[in-house]
């Protein structure tokens, strides 16, 4: 992305009134609830509606994936891993708030797993704030597909 593309999307308005960076981070907020909420109201922004789209489907894919293989060393768990992988910031607040529960689930190897979106949630809201379109290998082209798609200007 060139200097100038980043400095008009840092600068732009959407049709909700926010700048778009600060939309395309909103998008990762709750994961792929606030993803697919942005994608139906946002209207303007074909950057916000990537990136809303992109959240929708990155998250409610590793959160199905990743819970049903934390759930293959322990039935019992899906709902508690479901949650924790939904959205990310649950992952700060189990440490804060039960961090001997936490560091056992972290030795056992069952919330390494969990890392990996809370990580990613991290990088992408990053490079949305940033103006940065960044495309993930098979989400992101599939919703660069659908955003061509379904997008009026």
Same mark, same amino acid.
């Given at each position: 992305?060139?200097?100038?593309? *980043? $400095? *008009?999307? @840092?600068?732009?308005?959407?049709? #909700? ?16 609830? &606030? ?6 109201? *946002? &209207? ?27 759930? $293959? ?46 990580? @990613?949630?991290?990088? #992408? ?29």
């Amino acid at each position: 992305m060139k200097v100038g593309q *980043e $400095s *008009e999307i @840092l600068s732009s308005k959407t049709s #909700l009134g926010l700048r778009e960076n600060i939309e395309g981070c909103l998008c990762y907020t709750l994961t792929w609830l &606030t993803g697919l909420v942005f994608f139906v109201l *946002e &209207t303007k922004s074909r950057f916000v509606r990537f990136h809303a789209m992109q959240s929708f489907l990155t998250f409610a894919v590793l959160s199905m994936l990743i819970s049903i293989l934390q759930t $293959s060393f322990g039935v019992d768990r899906f709902i508690d891993y479901f949650l924790i992988n939904l959205n990310p910031l649950l992952l700060p607040y189990l440490f804060l708030h039960n961090p001997v529960m936490f560091y056992s689930q972290l030795l056992d190897g069952l919330l390494v797993l969990s890392l990996i979106p809370f990580l @990613l949630w991290l990088f #992408l809201i990053y490079a949305a704030y940033r103006g940065i379109r960044y495309r993930l290998p098979l989400t992101g082209d599939l919703a660069e597909k659908i955003v061509g798609d379904v997008y009026k200007p």
